[in-house]
């Protein structure tokens, strides 16, 4: 819920508490870079620092950066640091500045949230231009595939962009994104989308008024994809042809391994499966790419330590550029404070309930499935799903234990532009039954988790005292901010999707000032009626990912309709099927729901999966995890663009390309130009 006055007195608090006081016990000893002052654009530098604290701890660090003449803003929040020969020692902090050259601020926080004791120093770094005089340079990163270009200042009102394209100019070009000019700071861009080892031709273009200006043309070279990482491959079932739509000319595939498998980094494509980019986060660990934005940068959830010792996996919330940097990261420990501040008690950390936790009690345990950034009110938000585990009498759900149930919801949190949070949704405050949720009305298939289990979140609360297998109960796996709501509700709510109640609701979130409460329930059983204009035996989505609404809220609401519940063995489902790619009409002054597309895949994808509205009008579809065989187990994902059949709900398709399971892909015309839902 919103709770603005709660947020305001934790800043002020927050600002007060940096003047620490002479006597304070949390003192800064150290804070080293691994390289110093000055440095050029595009180094790579690794802070470490240390603290003493005269309470037993533990300290918590933060680094903010300020940039020349701009506004100190959030890049890794506060996280636990590690006790080592009687100092507190932060975890790294890597720091690569692609920005302007100048004097950049670098402030490192330290907190005892316990006492609540806080204390801060502030270091200046120099960082040098990459360009000298009056010409442009290319650089290459550590990603053998992406590149920096630099060229010198523009005028003001002015802007720029860069050009690039294959010396041989068997592809098409690619522009960046347009960068508004800083005279007299240099201009510096990230290049990517290239293919390895290959030479390409790169200008800046700088738009003064209607008149465009071309500079100096250089050529680069990457380089060869590194042997250290594992590569996937693709094949085509469906090469491209006439029909497919090449305007959308790469896939980006963020790849996860649920069965078993190599760990893949996440990888862009060619419509013929050659890699073009990839990326592999810093600890070769896992990461969900939930979504490129407009910005040339992505949002991933990835693992790595938080403040609960317990786990690890999806623990960090982050914000990449095109070469991997990290530009922003918050992880559950701190988000777990700032939900406490706003009275969110289901928010609070696992690690400090007893064992076994008593009924009533809840934590919040690690970010999942989706991430999303949204603009309104000219500020950007980030909206992030996490999962609840809340304990329930004996016999909840059904359950025959005996014992109290360990039960999972989700909460949806909603960062502002510095990354703190400041509004949630718990489902567990809706679930007292219509019009709302119903905490009697279990999982439509009856799934549960139990602890080490693939696609369950860490189990924090399961152990002796509880049922052994938590319910899970609701499952979110996709979030939508709907900006302008052209179908008969409100503008700026969210809609998220609940695989295992096999609904898609809206939440009342009007821009951080709604109530919070479910204004409607999509899907069987829920508020709509379905048009059954195809007389479809089983018209519905069942188990569905990837729920968004096309052309900025206007258009079709797209969804991969897994099928699971219309496929499982009567009496529940038909007992056979494949997974659907699928568009809706939806009305909500009828509340009527009428299908578009629901086009049979030709596969059935029991989990993950992804669905887009391409630009030509045909359909996307990432069916994301293929069983082919058992023995021995083969999976995949399929990449599938379908062009629809007019007067039907169905179509051709016209690109498959087989690659290995993958949660979600997106195919677009660059990797600066991703969808808009």
């Known amino acids: 819920m919103n709770a603005p006055r709660n947020v305001l007195l934790s800043l002020i608090a927050g600002i007060a508490g940096l003047c620490a006081p002479v006597h304070a016990t949390?003192?800064?000893?150290?804070?080293?870079?691994?390289?110093?002052?000055?440095?050029?654009?595009?180094?790579?530098?690794?802070?470490t620092v240390a603290a003493a604290d005269s309470n037993p701890g533990p300290l918590a660090f933060q680094f903010n950066v300020t940039p020349?003449?701009?506004?100190?803003?959030?890049?890794?929040?506060?996280?636990?640091?590690?006790?080592?020969?009687?100092?507190?020692?932060?975890?790294?902090?890597?720091?690569?500045?692609?920005?302007?050259?100048?004097?950049?601020?670098?402030?490192?926080?330290a907190k005892d949230f316990t006492s609540g004791e806080i204390t801060a120093k502030t270091v200046q770094f120099q960082v040098n231009r990459l360009v000298s005089g009056g010409m442009p340079v290319v650089v290459?990163?550590?990603?053998?595939?992406?590149?920096?270009?630099?060229?010198?200042?523009?005028?003001?009102?002015?802007?720029?962009?860069?050009?690039?394209?294959q010396q041989s100019k068997s592809t098409p070009a690619t522009v960046t994104?347009?960068?508004?000019?800083?005279?007299?700071?240099?201009?510096?861009?990230?290049?990517?989308?290239?293919?390895?080892?290959?030479?390409?031709?790169?200008?800046?273009?700088?738009?003064?008024?209607?008149?465009?200006?071309?500079?100096?043309?250089?050529?680069?070279?990457?380089?060869?994809?590194?042997?250290?990482?594992?590569?996937?491959?693709?094949?085509?079932?469906?090469?491209?042809?006439?029909q497919t739509d090449t305007t959308d000319s790469i896939?980006?595939?963020?790849?996860?391994?649920?069965?078993?498998?190599?760990?893949?980094p996440d990888v862009a494509t060619d419509l013929s499966g050659n890699i073009i980019w990839y990326y592999l986060n810093n600890s070769g660990n896992f990461d969900l790419l939930t979504r490129p934005l407009q910005n040339g940068t992505m949002l991933t959830i990835e693992a790595g330590p938080a403040w609960n010792p317990g786990t690890y996996e999806q623990q960090l919330l982050r914000q990449i550029d095109l070469a991997g940097n990290i530009l922003h990261e918050t992880n559950t420990g701190i988000v777990q404070q700032q939900l406490l501040a706003l009275g969110a008690a289901d928010g609070g950390p696992c690690n400090t309930l007893p064992s076994p936790a008593p009924i009533g009690s809840a934590c919040l345990g690690s970010f999942h499935h989706d991430a999303i950034s949204f603009s309104t009110g000219g500020s950007q938000y980030i909206a992030v799903i996490a999962d609840i585990e809340k304990i329930f009498p004996p016999g909840t759900q059904g359950d025959t234990s005996g014992l109290p149930v360990d039960i999972i919801?989700?909460?949806?949190?909603?960062?502002?532009?510095?990354?703190?949070?400041?509004?949630?949704?718990?489902?567990?405050?809706?679930?007292?039954?219509?019009?709302?949720?119903?905490?009697?009305?279990?999982?439509?298939?009856?799934?549960?988790?139990?602890?080490?289990?693939?696609?369950?979140?860490?189990?924090?609360?399961?152990?002796?005292?509880?049922?052994?297998?938590?319910?899970?109960?609701?499952?979110?796996?996709?979030?939508?901010?709907?900006?302008?709501?052209?179908?008969?509700?409100?503008?700026?709510?969210?809609?998220?999707?609940?695989?295992?109640?096999?609904?898609?609701?809206?939440?009342?979130?009007?821009?951080?000032?709604?109530?919070?409460?479910?204004?409607?329930?999509?899907?069987p059983g829920g508020d709509f009626a379905i048009n059954n204009v195809f007389a479809d035996s089983w018209p519905w989505f069942s188990h569905q990912h990837d729920v968004g609404i096309e052309n900025n809220g206007t258009g079709v609401m797209t969804m991969f309709d897994n099928g699971n519940t219309r496929t499982s063995p009567p009496p529940v489902g038909l007992g056979s099927g494949d997974s659907r790619g699928m568009a809706i009409t939806i009305s909500e002054t009828t509340m009527q729901v009428t299908p578009v597309l629901s086009a049979d895949l030709g596969v059935?994808?029991?989990?993950?999966?992804?669905?887009?509205?391409?630009?030509?009008?045909?359909?996307?579809?990432?069916?994301g995890i293929v069983v082919v065989s058992i023995i021995p187990s083969i999976i995949t994902a399929d990449s599938i663009e379908i062009l629809p059949t007019a007067g039907t709900d169905t179509g051709t398709q016209v690109l498959n390309m087989?690659?290995?399971?993958?949660?979600r892909a997106w195919q677009m015309p660059s990797l600066y130009d991703p969808p808009t839902t």
């Open 140 to 165: 290459p990163t550590a990603n053998a595939l992406v590149a920096l270009f630099s060229a010198p200042s523009c005028p003001a009102g002015s802007s720029m962009r860069v050009y690039f394209q």
């Open 409 to 523: 919801g989700d909460m949806i949190i909603v960062l502002n532009s510095n990354w703190q949070a400041v509004w949630y949704f718990d489902t567990f405050q809706h679930d007292g039954g219509a019009p709302q949720l119903d905490i009697n009305r279990p999982a439509v298939l009856g799934e549960t988790c139990i602890i080490g289990q693939a696609g369950c979140p860490p189990m924090l609360l399961l152990g002796p005292g509880i049922a052994t297998q938590a319910k899970d109960w609701l499952h979110a796996n996709s979030l939508y901010y709907w900006p302008t709501d052209k179908f008969g509700g409100a503008s700026g709510d969210i809609v998220w999707s609940s695989r295992h109640q096999d609904w898609v609701m809206k939440i009342d979130y009007n821009n951080g000032s709604g109530t919070g409460n479910i204004l409607w329930r999509m899907g």
């Open 68 to 109: 020349p003449g701009g506004a100190a803003a959030l890049v890794k929040a506060f996280n636990v640091g590690t006790f080592s020969a009687g100092a507190w020692i932060s975890q790294p902090f890597v720091w690569m500045p692609t920005g302007i050259e100048g004097v950049y601020q670098i402030q490192v926080l």
């Open 177 to 242: 994104d347009w960068m508004k000019c800083h005279p007299p700071a240099s201009m510096t861009f990230e290049i990517a989308g290239m293919y390895p080892s290959t030479t390409y031709t790169m200008h800046s273009q700088t738009l003064t008024g209607s008149t465009q200006t071309n500079g100096p043309v250089l050529n680069f070279t990457t380089g060869a994809l590194p042997t250290n990482i594992s590569f996937p491959t693709f094949h085509m079932r469906v090469p491209p042809g006439s």
């Open 604 to 623: 059935f994808s029991t989990a993950l999966g992804s669905a887009q509205l391409l630009s030509n009008g045909s359909y996307f579809f990432l069916p």
């Open 26 to 47: 949390v003192q800064i000893a150290s804070m080293t870079p691994s390289l110093t002052s000055p440095q050029p654009i595009g180094t790579s530098i690794k802070w």
């Open 251 to 264: 896939i980006l595939h963020n790849l996860i391994q649920l069965g078993l498998g190599t760990n893949y």
């Open 658 to 663: 087989v690659g290995p399971e993958g949660y």
